[in-house]
């Protein structure tokens, strides 16, 4: 057995040997499920209703307000404001509409006043102005001579027919769910990367100030101990991963026959009935037709490449310091690209996928693990993703060589703080 394999061993075992890799390997999933157990029984309780005061003095707006599930509304125009005033601090109301009469319309533009304990929610803010809004409207044409009976007779809705240049129809948030599932395999490259990526600096971190690496370097040379970290890390973290794939997907299934959780949510099943005109098939049939294999192989050839690159620097970290509180100057660079990665994923591929930023961004090797998975489902030419691939690699062997080097000598370096002016030295050596 070469010097490699035998590195890689003793890292992955030690790796799985460890009492908090155990822990985490089986309480992580239980976790997962409790949680994912909670959010359902919590989501499926009623929402308490909340009461809302009208102290309507035009008595124009009172009967706009209409009771739902969530809000009941009282008609208190005859009650003093003070006393109405009051009765919010004392929570008999959650709040109260207060809304003057004015001969002008237009003066109730900044006239009407809620009065609340705790700030309301965007949604009702919303919901109420615009219900204010549409009445003002529709008395203000009334009082130029327009007759709004038949002018919401004459309304016309259009819902556009989303058909392909190639004759199929389509469904509108295609985009969304395109970047959804390119955002699924970007955050998994990115997770694995944070949390293995660590463990791979923490180990170097150990051994370094425990002096057991003094002994090892006389042996083998600094960069297969490197790659033999990196690696180990890696089959430990896949493992672990498989595990909390299976324990989590016992535990739903187990959950979902003891105690019947209901996945779907009222607010999801009424948003499916009110969205009638939205065909499921449609969504379905556009989700089979996504190049999932191809994402599949493309996801593990940027994973390996992605977790390679960064975690070389990782390690690179680790024997530049003398302890974790040392690696803060240095982490901060290495997570950018990665945050980068996401928001160019969100804020720029879903609107342009094939933009200049979402291409650019999708050949540099520090961030074409997220952007260029987030671009596949859109049809990327094969020649962009070769280079984007071939590039990432390049870089990846480049990363290794560099972090080597700085492996190398900050390995056996101790009792000084490093600085980036002392790493560069480094790599003059």
């Known amino acids: 057995m070469g010097v490699l394999s035998l590195i890689i061993k003793r890292e992955f075992i030690s790796k799985v040997r460890n009492k908090s890799f155990i822990v985490m390997t089986f309480v992580s999933p239980i976790i997962f499920v409790a949680v994912a157990a909670l959010i359902g029984y919590l989501s499926s309780m009623k929402t308490e209703v909340k009461h809302i005061g009208i102290h309507d003095e035009s008595g124009m707006f009172v009967n ?19 006393i109405l005033k009051d009765s919010v ?25 809620y009065v609340s304990e705790d ?58 769910m395109k970047v959804g599932v390119g955002s699924v395999f970007g955050y998994l490259i990115m997770m694995f990367i944070i949390i293995y990526g660590n463990m791979v600096m923490r180990s170097v971190i150990e051994e370094k100030t425990s002096r057991i690496i003094e002994i090892i370097i006389s042996s083998i040379k600094p ?64 989700f089979l037709k996504l190049p999932l294999l191809s994402m599949a192989v493309y996801f593990l050839i940027y994973f390996i490449g992605g977790y390679f690159l960064y975690s070389s620097l990782y390690a ?8 974790e509180t040392d690696t803060q100057q240095f982490m901060f660079p290495v997570i950018m690209p990665l945050m980068l990665g996401v928001y160019i994923g969100f804020f720029t591929v879903m609107n342009e996928p094939h933009g200049t930023v979402a291409t650019i961004f999708s050949m540099i090797p520090f961030t074409s693990p997220i952007v260029m998975l987030m671009r596949i489902p859109f049809g990327v ?13 390049a870089t990846f062997i480049a ?31």
């Open 64 to 82: 706009e307000f209409k009771n739902s599930e969530s809000y009941k509304y009282h008609d208190v125009s005859k009650i003093d404001p003070k």
């Open 89 to 113: 601090s004392q929570a008999n109301y959650e709040g109260v509409l207060f809304i003057p009469e004015k001969d002008n319309l237009k003066d109730y533009e900044k006239s009407i006043e």
């Open 119 to 176: 700030s309301p929610s965007l949604g009702f803010i919303a919901n109420t102005e615009s219900k204010l809004s549409e009445k003002l409207l529709r008395k203000n044409l009334t009082n130029q001579g327009v007759d709004t009976v038949l002018l919401d007779k004459s309304k016309i809705d259009v819902t556009m027919h989303l058909t392909k240049a190639s004759g199929e129809e389509t469904v509108k948030g295609l985009n969304e």
């Open 223 to 286: 960069i297969q101990l490197m790659m033999g970290k990196i690696i180990g890390t890696t089959l430990a973290g896949i493992l672990q991963f498989v595990i909390w794939a299976i324990v989590g997907m016992i535990l739903l299934v187990i959950a979902n026959l003891v105690f019947g959780l209901n996945t779907s949510t009222p607010s999801t099943e009424m948003a499916i009935e009110s969205a009638k005109l939205v065909d499921i098939k449609l969504y379905f049939t556009e």
């Open 316 to 323: 690179a970290i680790g024997a530049a310091v003398d302890n």
């Open 381 to 393: 030419p094969f020649y962009e993703i070769a280079l984007s691939i071939a590039l990432l690699f």
């Open 399 to 429: 990363i290794v060589w560099v972090a080597s080097k700085i492996y190398r000598v900050g390995i056996l370096m101790y009792g000084k703080k490093t600085t980036w002016k002392e790493l560069i030295k480094w790599l003059k050596y």
